[in-house]
T-cell receptor, first 112, second 110 residues
Framework: GESVGLHLPTLSVQEGDNSIINCAYS??????FIWYKQESGKGPQFIID?????DKRQGQRVTVLLNKTVKHLSLQIAATQPGDSAVYFC???????????FGIGTKLQVIP | SQTIHQWPATLVQPVGSPLSLECTVE??????LYWYRQAAGRGLQLLFY??????ISSEVPQNLSASRPQDRQFILSSKKLLLSDSGFYLC?????????FGPGTRLLVL
């Protein structure tokens, strides 16, 4: 069945370094992808999104890359800060926002 | 601006007791609403979604139920809680880009 998963359950990076969080999806019909950040004890927060007709989108310190050929999505965080420590989820939808399928998540730990 | 509220924030309940979690949304009308459960260290599991008052779709079989008595109110209920119902319950609504989540309710069933 369709699934969205993450390659690394935990990622530790030094403060100031760049972080790359990866995600694989299996449904080629997915047309919209989202990254969420979830801090401990809180609900997930939208970070950045990308449509399937794009391969790159940049935000403030974050970049999402989409490779439809290998069904791979990544989130790059530049100059990682302690406040970036959280669990990051990728998610996908097909045909709208009605149903969103989430991956398990990657825990990002920033080492001061 | 739109806001989403959940309460209570935390809840400890004995096995077999009833449950009622409430979610309300402000600043929007006729939103699609969702209930998710997140087990510790795990991803999000969609439980229910609603496209309008009285319209509930269930995604997984379980002893939980949902109701939408008002446009911006979504309630998650159970008549008898199980140990496996413990988790972090998140309500969400569909916004202009994606789904936006409430602060969550942490439920511990003992």
């Amino acid at each position: 069945g369709e699934s969205v998963g993450l390659h690394l359950p935990t990622l530790s990076v030094q403060e100031g370094d760049n972080s790359i969080i990866n995600c694989a999806y299996s449904n080629s019909a997915s047309d919209y992808f989202i990254w969420y950040k979830q801090e401990s004890g809180k609900g997930p927060q939208f970070i950045i999104d990308i449509r399937s007709n794009m391969d790159k989108r940049q935000g403030q310190r974050v970049t999402v890359l989409l490779n439809k050929t290998v069904k791979h999505l990544s989130l790059q965080i530049a100059a990682t800060q302690p406040g970036d420590s959280a669990v990051y989820f990728c998610a996908e939808t097909r045909g709208g926002y009605q149903k969103v399928t989430f991956g398990i998540g990657t825990k990002l730990q920033v080492i001061p | 601006s739109q806001t989403i509220h959940q309460w209570p924030a935390t809840l400890v309940q004995p096995v077999g007791s009833p449950l009622s979690l409430e979610c309300t949304v402000e600043g929007t009308s006729n939103p699609n609403l969702y209930w998710y459960r997140q087990a510790a260290g795990r991803g999000l599991q969609l439980l229910f979604y609603s496209v309008g008052i009285g319209q509930i779709s269930s995604e997984v079989p379980q002893n939980l139920s949902a109701s939408r008595p008002q446009d911006r109110q979504f309630i998650l209920s159970s008549k008898k809680l199980l140990l496996s119902d413990s988790g972090f319950y998140l309500c969400a609504w569909s916004g202009p880009k994606t789904q936006y989540f409430g602060p969550g309710t942490r439920l511990l069933v003992l």
